[in-house]
């Protein structure tokens, strides 16, 4: 099993957004953990946390292929991944084109 923390920031003005977001997965999370699963992730944990840079989001997951699970969401024709992919694209400013920085696990 890998495990995987990151943190995220939410885009200027987009704080609103992230809420709403939010509160839509939790509607849907029978969805959203369908999801997760299909694409290896066996757990996920999430966080919020206010900076003096702004608000960012702490995620962390278990599960298998972790690193892929980005690409997987928006390369799905899924309904839910396709809502979920452009809210990513708005909140957090993700482009499935430009591959996530590299994570170093110092300990």
Do not use: C, N
Not at 35 to 51: N, R
Not at 82 to 88: G, P, V, Y
Not at 92 to 102: A, I, K, M, Q, T
């Amino acid at each position: 099993m890998e495990r995987l923390g990151v943190a995220v920031p939410i885009l200027p003005g987009q704080f609103d957004r992230w809420r709403e977001m939010v509160a839509e997965l939790k509607r849907r999370d029978d969805e959203h953990q369908a999801s997760m699963k299909a694409k290896g992730v066996d757990a996920e944990f999430v966080w919020l946390e206010s900076t003096p840079a702004g608000e960012m989001v702490v995620v962390y997951q278990e599960g298998h292929d972790l690193q892929s699970y980005m690409r997987k969401v928006f390369e799905s024709d899924e309904p839910f991944d396709r809502w979920f992919a452009e809210e990513l694209r708005a909140v957090h400013g993700f482009d499935p084109e430009v591959p996530p920085p590299p994570l170093e696990q110092v300990f």
